[in-house]
């Protein structure tokens, strides 16, 4: 299995793996089906400083993004982030 020495490695490494090229943001739905994690978008007002969160329970995965906040840039920076935490968990 591959061990990556960096955050930034080893996203290169899950995007190259899946045949990903260029901006990655149009295929965060894919890589997550792929790895079965359930993604749900919901507008949580009274958690404004929520971005996102990576949740597991037992073998079950999920990605929540809280799109109270509007700026889809910034979800889709919160998207990449959670899946960045559940790939570098994979080498723990």
């Known amino acids: 299995m591959f061990t990556a020495n960096t955050p930034s490695s080893k996203a290169k490494w899950v995007l190259e793996?899946?045949?990903?090229?260029g901006v990655p943001a149009p295929y965060f739905?894919?890589?997550?089906r792929q790895e079965n994690i359930k993604v749900?978008?919901?507008s949580?007002?009274?958690?404004?400083?929520?971005?996102?969160?990576l949740i597991y329970r037992g073998e079950m995965k999920g990605i929540l993004i809280n799109t109270y906040i509007e700026?889809?840039?910034?979800?889709?920076?919160t998207?990449?982030?959670?899946?960045?935490h559940y790939f570098l968990k994979q080498n723990t």
Do not use: V
């Open 79 to 84: 998207f990449a982030h959670e899946l960045g």
């Open 29 to 32: 739905d894919d890589i997550a």
């Open 40 to 42: 749900k978008r919901c």
């Open 17 to 21: 793996t899946m045949g990903i090229k």
């Open 44 to 53: 949580l007002p009274s958690e404004k400083d929520l971005s996102g969160m």
């Open 71 to 77: 700026n889809i840039g910034r979800q889709n920076f």
